[in-house]
């Protein structure tokens, strides 16, 4: 049973289960913008559909309105497709009409520059007064092929596949290339909607509209910016807990903001990096090329594998490489063939073949039309892998295959999925066949399956942002002599510190202490000690104590503002030095860093990035993933033990920042670990502001919303 939306379910339900709708601007001329929108929608829209004309009585054959108040009903939606200059006039007389939702297709608002806007700000003003809600302006419009809603001027082709897809684009030209995409492809699509300047309905609401619906099981998003990313975290957490699959093109891998932060932490925790850690988190799939979102929905549909066990099975040693590599990367495992398996392939596979996975059944398969079959059988009936990746089907045996794939996965339980051919792809999914073009997507597909049972289970009840502070010009900054202390309150362990004010102090701590010693200047003024010479290494007698305290004591004397000097004891016997940061981003809220540390940090730029609203086995993931997974387990790296303690810090420094809602950032730089597995802070500093604009926290339900019933 198909659920329709209706204004009493969702105040954005107008837009696209309306029973009444008016096309503002409607034209004869089916070239002509006003004249495609109500062209293309009175051909098979479900309710009732009127044009509005005042200079012309009649539009296409139909009678036509000057006004939208000589309507014989009230219009639910409005589609607006008159000159800017028109707009708030039109707006003006839909609210009049009691519309409930508008969506404006014209351009020349925000986008044109300040006169756009404060007349863009006008409109809303008016909308927002009357409760009415507003799609764009400067939007394609709005697709539903469920009732034939073809509110849109980018022609739509007579043959269309509705579907458990819908598609959301803040470019409209991108999304009508998306939804042609899929339809060529085979992949049938519910919804398409297009954001435009997003004066009020913004990607977010459009997420949560389409996801509100059980008969769509992935929604594909195109992203060029993100005005609230709190808002769209939030959405796309309730998408993953309803079940609902989520993939997204973002344009733009740029750093923003670097210079606005001090610390090492702050350069590299860019938006780009904290992107990709806020989808990780909801179970979003990032897809580098925005083609690949079509590509990559047809096997989303599939019921994910169990585990990673991939087999990859190919006519071709050189394809099956390719795709084990891509596999590996992507975590997942290839594991070897039994040899029960392997005696099993090797009655169907040439001797020149290959039974071990990657399995190479050869170009016989050509010649033999049972040898696929036979050989996909065995492979899933070993109950020795998770899913099947098929690189490519002889198009001789595509019509077989299209009888033969669904029938063994669903009766053995494991997905099978296959790179095809372009022209065999629409013909396999139209068959239930999860089939791709692009050579890595059918190994994306089973990657992002596991990663979205794997973030369902980690879901986080609180979801932590923080509106934008407006004083970060003038942070307070407690450094090292501050900040340890700090630290070691929330049990993170941290190297001994003395303030000496005098040489005398100075002398004296030296000798109380066994070994060498380090002297430091810590100030506000000075965050990265190192560069200014601010620290003085490995003093082995009282000379060198009151020669390096005098040198600081001069620095302390002329330099911009108060300061400390710190006596600690030398730390011997460093095998790593590590990272572990924390800053709060604007719109996502405490995020953490972690990765190789030192001075050389932003050179080197082997970090990991994670929101602090994430779990420890986030956490874990993010220090095994360090150096390409190669950093834990390596015997110049970190063990398993020494691993599980850096996570713990993390855990302490994410607790740190979702209690205390004043702290921006906070950094250790380096985290020693020692040659006995030991973990010590050996210099930190942490910035606050006193502006309290912090949001609380907002409670999520705890409990998973039920996965949503097959439709019959």
Known sequence: MVQQKSPAESELGSLLWPETVAVVGASGNEQRIGGRVYGQTRRGFTGRVYPVNPGSP?????????????????????????????????????????????????AGFAETGPEGLRAQQELMDRARQAGVRVLGPNCVGVINTRNRLFGTFVPVADFYRSGRVAIVAQSGAVGARLFAQAQHQGIGVSYLLTGGNEADVDVADLLDLVTADIEIDVVLVHLEGLRNGRRWHEAALRALRSGTKVVAFKAGRGRRAAAAAASHTGVLAVDDRVLDAAFAQAGVLRVADPLQLVDIAGGLAVTPPVGPRVAILSASGGIGVMLTDEAERLGLQIPETSPELAMALGRRIPAYGSVMNPIDYTGQVVNDARLLRDVITEV????????????????????????????????????????????????????????????????????????????????????????????WSEPVTLVEDQTLPLLESIGVPVIPSWQVHTTAQAAERFHETDGAVVLKLSAGWLPHKSEAGAVRLNLVSAAAVDEAFAALDDLRR???????????????????????????????????????????????????????????????????????????GHHRGLSEAEADSVVAVMDAMAALMRTDPGVIECEINPLAVGEDGSLVALDALLRRTDSQTCAPPTLLPPTLTPPKPPVP
């Open 558 to 632: 002329f330099g911009p503002g108060d300061g400390v000097i710190l006596m600690q004891p030398m730390h011997s016997g460093t095998r790593v030095e590590l990272m572990v940061g924390a800053t709060r981003h604007p719109d996502f809220g405490p995020v953490l860093t972690v990765g190789l540390g030192g001075r050389l940090v932003e050179i080197v730029d082997r970090v990991a990035t994670v929101l602090a609203t994430g779990t420890t086995a986030d956490f874990a993931d993010a220090v095994r993933s360090l150096c390409d997974g190669r950093l834990v």
């Open 58 to 106: 009649e539009v296409q054959g139909d009678r036509a309105y000057a006004r939208l108040a000589d309507l014989p009903e009230r219009p639910e939606l409005v589609f607006l497709a008159v000159a800017a200059s028109q707009v708030l006039t039109a707006a003006g007389e839909a609210i009049e009409a009691g519309a409930r939702c508008l969506v404006i297709l014209s």
């Open 380 to 471: 899933v009936a070993s109950k020795e892998f998770d899913a099947v990746v098929l690189g490519g089907i002889p198009p001789s045996q595509i019509d077989a295959a299209r009888s033969f794939l669904p029938w063994i996965a669903a009766e053995h339980g494991v997905p099978i999925l296959v790179w095809a051919d372009e022209a065999s792809v629409p013909l396999l999914v139209e068959a239930g066949v999860p089939a791709f073009r692009h050579p890595f997507s059918p190994v994306l597909a089973v990657s992002h399956g596991i990663n979205q049972i794997r973030a369902i289970d980690r879901a986080p009840e609180i979801a932590m942002a923080m509106s934008p502070v407006d004083d």
